[in-house]
């Protein structure tokens, strides 16, 4: 605690702890079924689940998807903007730039890491899409867990950027939830 505040005592010991957490996750990596299992998940999350999704919709509910497709794509444009901007303002380099013991695991699609886009957008679209039509709550809950997950386990995230994206995330999903 020498040379440090009492704020900036409790950061730190908070910055460890997740930087252990982060480590630990990071480790179960190490089993190719389960790394080859968070690679696909984040491939998924990289939008292809949300555009797929998006569109089937209305083949499988009809005109009553219509309303709720277009809100959640209002809402993950939304998103998008804010993690765009959150990302630019905030630049906190991802573990594994800052941590030499966290290994990538795939590549990452931006240099930085706060908050995690993928996860926002999972909370969103999932959340608006099982409100809306609940039997895909088997399908789209796991699914948005496993991408915040893999976000952590393939170094690409800290707990605390898949945090902060899945509250703003449910943010979103709220305010859509509100307009339909």
């Known amino acids: 605690m020498r040379g440090m505040n009492r704020a900036q005592f409790v950061l730190a010991r908070f910055d460890d702890a997740e930087y252990r957490l982060c480590r630990s996750l990071n480790r179960a990596a190490e ?7 968070m690679r696909v998940a984040s491939r998924l999350g990289d939008g292809v689940l949300w555009y797929l999704m998006l569109a089937a919709l ?3 509910f009809g005109a009553a998807a219509i309303r709720p497709v277009l809100i959640m794509a209002a809402t993950g444009l939304a998103g998008l903007l804010i993690y765009r901007r959150l990302k630019s303002t905030l630049v906190r380099e991802r573990p594994f730039i800052r941590h030499p013991a966290i290994s990538l695991e795939m590549p990452a699609l931006d240099r930085y890491s706060f908050p995690s886009g993928h996860t926002l957008h999972a909370v969103c679209f999932t959340w608006q899409a ?3 039509f609940p ?3 088997w399908v789209l ?3 948005a867990a496993l991408i915040a997950l893999s ?3 393939l170094g690409l995230h800290y707990p605390t ?3 902060a994206g899945a509250a703003i995330g449910a943010l979103l999903a709220a305010c859509g939830l509100a307009l339909a």
Do not use: M, N, Q
């Open 141 to 143: 809950v796991p699914s």
């Open 135 to 137: 039997v895909l709550g």
């Open 31 to 37: 089993w190719p079924a389960f790394r080859d299992t």
């Open 58 to 60: 209305p083949l499988l």
């Open 161 to 163: 950027d898949v945090i």
């Open 130 to 132: 099982v409100a809306h």
């Open 151 to 153: 976000r952590v386990v």
